[in-house]
């Protein structure tokens, strides 16, 4: 007797070789199988726990911890860490745990708002030049190119530069940078989308161009648009912090970590590391996080991959 | 194959015109007057008038653009505020130094990353391939400089083995008598062989700092690369006709996975030039690099404008020459027939 009539209709659907599950209803079901297979996957647990512990951390620790990151204590200063300063203090006798954490904060936050912001704009003129198409396509791509002709740290120099130095400026300088990266990933996904069968089918029952959009092309650029915004928030830690390092970006006194690498440097080779490599440390631990949490996303997620489960 | 070549070199002309669009407007349309960028905050009122009129700030804003970059690309880009010499000076003077430490970091860059890769496939090393897979994800997302920090506090200051910060050469060697303007090989061309290894090892951590992002980047596009050609069909046809394992990987693997590496080099470029900005003041490597480090901290725009839009035009080109190369080396390119049938 064979194993279906044993366990009756439910008991097959369950026999099915995983990843062949039957396609997903609609929008709700789907935006659920995504988050059940992130959740229930062990390597992205990884990266994820790093950044929601790095956020608590920017949070908290500058509210509960006893030093502020500026104030300054000159007769403690330059002191190697110790248990009063676990990451030692600077040459004006700030603390540098103060001040990590701070940095911490700064780069969180703003790295989030030039990630979102580049999402935003990035995704608004690809899912127009996709969907619009003709002329203003054609426009819309010609200035991603424009864009995309400088090396990216640059053009954010450059921003900086003509729009007067500053975070501010710097975080606008870097989200410049990432639109054409949105742009173009989500035209081409616009593309991709509008050539499937069921945008045929929705227009053949009488929907607008808008409701398709709204209703089935935007819902299905999610993933996509979702991996990118993790890939582009750990170059927008780099970018800021770069910007900062080469006094572009947060200026004197922010606790900002490339900025404090910068102040930190010439007492690095005179034996007290401590005020660069902790922001360093820091710095790496985001992006590292951040870029593995896209890889794996895009391992997830990716409709175009082979390991898509959706 | 001329179509293809003609239309690239067209592409990259309409990237040069965006990009000079686009530096114009960030440089002049936006708010904030570019004649006090270009003196400085402690000019007089006169000098900013001057400035105003000799750029042309009075004029339309397409003559502007007509003359920012007719100026640019006579190599006119005025004079630094800071020490009064012209850009053009400044920036050929410190170019040798940027581009020996280029091509230094490139060929450390390229052999190390085709040497790990092979170790990972060829010689299926399976914890080598876990370490240099965690190697590349560390190396990606940490800025340059905190490497070239790390370096120097590893290898200078705990260690003693390696020159720290101090320039192209030690403090006591006189530089070889100029003929490339590269040091290394100026002192092997005037048989100064301890020239040479002072100048070489000098080289070394600034190379392998800049180096670190693209290899990071390279190694694991040439790693996936290798695995996936040696699932090809080609290759099992090439050992079952009898060739010996590592001449198939060889002849027959090594190019096809090595091609889309070649595309990668407009990358490190842009790696490169933005790197030499956040890597040379670390080592005090008297480059372009530093030269506009310390060009931003005196505000001294003339030179920081120059460097932005040079980059551009260079990143342009040799992208434009990586294609091409691409076009001329990989027959799917060249004869659009093949990529179809």
Not at chain 1, 167 to 180: D, K, Q, R
Not at chain 1, 286 to 301: E, G, H, K, P, Q
Not at chain 2, 38 to 57: R, Y
Request: aromatic share 10%.
């Amino acid at each position: 007797m064979s194993s279906r009539l044993i366990l009756g209709a439910e008991g097959a659907a369950t026999l099915r070789p995983p990843g062949l599950e039957p396609p997903a209803a609609g929008v709700g079901e789907r935006a659920r199988r995504a988050s059940r297979a992130l959740l229930s996957d062990r390597r992205i647990a990884v990266p994820l726990g790093v950044l929601v512990a790095l956020v608590l951390f920017a949070i908290f620790a500058p509210i509960f911890w006893k030093y502020g990151p500026n104030t300054q204590d000159l007769i403690n200063s330059l002191k190697s860490p110790s248990t009063n300063h676990p990451m030692g203090t600077d040459q004006l006798g700030r603390d540098v745990f103060a001040r990590f954490a701070q940095g911490a904060r700064i780069s969180l936050i703003v790295a989030t708002l030039v990630t979102v912001a580049g999402a935003i704009v990035g995704g608004l003129i690809g899912l127009l030049a996709g969907t619009i198409g003709g002329f203003s396509d054609g426009v819309a791509m010609r200035a991603m190119d424009a864009i995309l002709a400088f090396p990216p740290l640059i053009l954010a120099m450059a921003v900086t530069v003509g729009l007067g130095i500053g975070l501010n400026t710097a975080a606008i300088g870097v989200a410049l940078v990432s639109v054409p990266w949105y742009a173009r990933l989500l035209r081409s996904e616009a593309l991709r989308i509008r050539s499937l069968p069921f945008i045929e089918a929705s227009y053949a029952i009488g929907m607008t161009r808008a409701r398709v959009i709204s209703r089935h092309v935007i819902p299905h650029m999610m993933p996509v648009l979702f991996i990118q915004m993790a890939a582009a928030f750990g170059y927008a830690v780099l970018g800021l912090a770069s910007l900062s390092f080469v006094g572009l970006g947060a200026q004197v006194p922010t606790a900002e970590w490339g900025a404090m690498i910068t102040e930190g440097l010439s007492y690095s080779l005179t034996g007290q590391w401590w005020i660069s490599i902790f922001p360093g440390l820091g710095l790496l631990v985001t992006v590292t996080a951040a870029s593995m949490l896209s890889d794996r996303l895009r391992d997830l997620l990716d409709p175009r991959g082979e390991y898509a489960r959706l | 194959m001329g179509a293809v070549v003609a239309k690239r070199v067209l592409g990259s002309i309409g990237a040069i015109f965006g990009a000079t669009v686009l530096a114009f407007i960030i440089m002049r349309a936006l708010p904030g007057n570019p004649a006090r960028l270009i003196v400085g905050p402690l000019a007089t009122p006169h000098a900013v008038a001057s400035v105003s009129h000799e750029i042309g700030l009075d004029k339309p804003v397409l003559t502007q653009y007509w003359l920012y970059i007719s100026h640019f690309f006579q190599g006119d880009w005025g004079y630094s505020y800071a020490d009064g010499k012209s850009v053009k000076a400044l920036i050929g003077e410190r170019l040798p130094a940027t581009i020996e430490l280029a091509i230094f970091s490139f060929a450390l860059t390229m052999i190390c990353a085709v040497v790990a890769a092979l170790l990972v496939t060829y010689r299926q090393r399976p914890v080598a391939d876990r370490i240099l897979r965690g190697v590349a994800y560390v190396g990606f997302g940490t800025p340059p400089f905190f490497v070239a920090l790390l370096l120097l506090i590893v290898f200078f200051r705990s260690f003693h083995v390696l020159p720290g910060p101090e320039g192209r050469l030690g403090l006591q060697a006189a530089p070889p008598p100029t003929v490339t303007h590269m040091y290394t090989l100026d002192a092997l061309i005037a048989g100064q062989f301890s020239t040479f290894w002072s100048s070489f090892v000098h080289l070394l951590l600034p190379a392998i700092a800049l180096g670190l992002s693209s290899f990071s980047f390279i190694v694991r596009l040439l790693r996936a690369n290798l695995l996936e050609v040696s699932r090809e069909p080609f290759l099992t046809v090439a050992r079952g006709k009898g060739l010996r394992r590592w001449t198939a990987f060889r002849r027959h693997a090594l190019p096809n996975a090595f091609l889309p590496t070649l595309t990668a080099g407009g990358l490190v470029l842009g790696e490169f030039l933005a790197g030499s900005v956040l890597i040379e003041r670390v080592f005090n490597w008297p480059g372009i690099g530093s030269l506009v480090f310390d060009a931003i901290v005196k505000q001294d725009y003339a030179i920081v404008q120059t460097f932005i839009l040079l980059s551009a035009v260079i990143f342009v080109l040799v992208n434009l020459v990586v294609d091409l190369l691409y076009a001329v080396i990989d027959p799917r390119v060249r004869i659009p027939s093949v990529a179809t049938a």
